[in-house]
């Protein structure tokens, strides 16, 4: 039982490792600012989840995983606010970046 | 263990150096201050990986969070001014200043 | 089990010192931005690594912090005045 939950956490933990760097990869190499936004923010907050998901095997205590769970709503809210700010000050781009 | 800590260790430690001297010798003022907040992320885990939550978390919130803040609002007027400096500059300072 | 941690943490930390590739040759200040956001994310992951790794609940708060930073950072990047709203 012990050995299939660390199987699984560990599990867990490389599929967020993988979604990180597919939102790195997607970052350099996409050619515009909207897509490589688009890859950025939905496969950072994918991963981070996921590794969250597998650290809770590790938790201490049942605080501990309420401060986790906390943690990623709070980055899930504000990576779509962040996005979507940046994507409107960059469509309404005023001259004042160049 | 040991050794994959000393990896990370040098991984870490090389990126920090790189990132001080990329962000000290930018010409740019914006780029610098970009360059300057992830300066503070990354300090402020490497006092983490040192086991000083307490440091870390000063280092994030006043060194990257309210200094880069502060800088980039500067910055920002900073370029404003450059760029009109008979024309726009009324605009700048809110409604009661005076144009510099 | 630890040395897992450890050695996803430093996949996550090259990761990261990749993607600050695009914050030294970004074209625009917004993808600038967006790379710090990046780092953002993925510090607070290995944060979260590091934490049972090294033995020191505490760093979870040392991410709490990292999460309002990078929402106080883009909010102040994209910050404007009142009655520039409009393009």
Known sequence: MNILLDLLSVLLILAGAFFFIAGTVGLLRLPDLFTRLHALTKAD???????????????????????????????????????????KRALRGDGEDY | MTQLLLLFDVVLLTTLLALAVAAVTSPEPRRAVMLFIAFGLWLSMVWARLRAPDVALAEAAIGAGLGGALMLAAARRAAKREAGDSTESAGDSGAGGPPA | MHEILIAVAIILLISMSVGLIRIVIGPTPADRMMAA???????IGVLALLAPALGVPALMDVALIFALLAAVSVAAFTRRRVGQDRP
């Open chain 1, 45 to 87: 907050n994918l991963g981070l989840g996921l590794i969250m998901l597998g650290c809770v095997r590790f938790a201490p205590d049942g605080l501990y995983i309420a401060k986790m769970l906390l943690l990623w709503l709070l980055i899930m809210a504000s990576g779509a606010t962040a996005s979507h700010l940046i994507a």
């Open chain 3, 37 to 43: 956001q990046l780092l953002g994310t993925s510090g």
